[in-house]
């Protein structure tokens, strides 16, 4: 049973609209993660934090921005999202140094028309 | 930069049969590897680990080998079921600072037929 929620689960949105994506996690992680992927292939990290009031960008630039105000909530929103925004993202917390790897959310979907 | 990557991207298997899946990684410091299996809509899920100190562990039908000698892990199911279908994905981390992260290969698609 996950202890990560993601929401919405899936998402279809205009070009331009303004979008915040949920990751909440309950096991008291102080890292979290937001990973991109397309479908069948690599995750990508865009963002993490290593606690509250801390941010941090990934290996694949996004355009997106997150915050970290509690350490359960890490929320990402994307401005004005664009057709190429289209892609699954991903929301994983760990302990630590991720000695028991990450656990992940289930992701969103997300889908710009 | 340091990556991991699959050799295969589809592995089809005979259901009841083994499978063996392949990850090449190029950080050498590497200390900590970890399977994730993906199946379709949903996050990864932890199968197994294995610590750089350790050549190989075993789990339920799972099997993890890593050969540090040419930088190759490898994920066995064995008795491959029609549940085991998913993605497969390696991933390494070097814990070298606050700054550690998991890199994640490419993944491996398996398909078991019937």
């Known amino acids: 049973e996950a202890d990560i929620y993601q929401t919405p689960r899936y998402l279809v949105i205009g070009t331009g609209k303004k979008i915040t994506l949920e990751c909440s996690q309950t096991?008291?992680?102080?890292?979290m993660y937001w990973y991109q992927q397309d479908p069948g292939m690599e995750l990508h990290l865009i963002h993490y934090?290593?606690?509250?009031?801390?941010?941090e960008k990934g290996d694949l630039s996004s355009e997106s921005t997150v915050s970290r105000i509690r350490t359960e909530h890490f929320p990402l929103t994307l401005e004005s999202a664009r057709p190429s925004h289209t892609s699954q993202y991903l929301c994983?917390?760990?302990?630590?140094?991720?000695?028991?790897?990450?656990?992940f959310g289930s992701g969103t979907r997300l889908t710009v028309v | 930069g340091e990556n991991v990557g699959l050799h295969l991207p589809t592995l089809s298997v005979q259901e009841g049969d083994n499978s063996i899946i392949n990850c090449a990684y190029s950080?050498?410091?590497?200390?900590?590897f970890i399977w994730y299996k993906q199946e379709s809509g949903k996050g990864p899920q932890f199968i197994i680990d294995?610590?750089?100190?350790?050549d190989k562990r075993q789990g339920q039908r799972v099997t993890v080998l890593l050969n540090k000698t040419v930088k190759h892990l490898s994920l066995q199911i064995a008795a491959t079921q029609p549940g085991d279908s998913a993605v497969y994905f390696c991933?390494?981390?070097?814990?070298?600072?606050?700054?550690?992260?998991?890199?994640f290969g490419t993944g491996t698609r398996l398909q078991v037929t019937l």
């Open positions: 934090s290593y606690g509250v009031n801390s941010t």
């Open positions: 991933a390494e981390i070097h814990w070298g600072g606050t700054a550690s992260k998991l890199t």
């Open positions: 950080n050498s410091a590497s200390d900590y």
């Open positions: 096991m008291g992680h102080d890292k």
């Open positions: 294995i610590r750089s100190n350790m």
């Open positions: 994983a917390s760990s302990e630590g140094q991720g000695v028991n790897g990450y656990t």
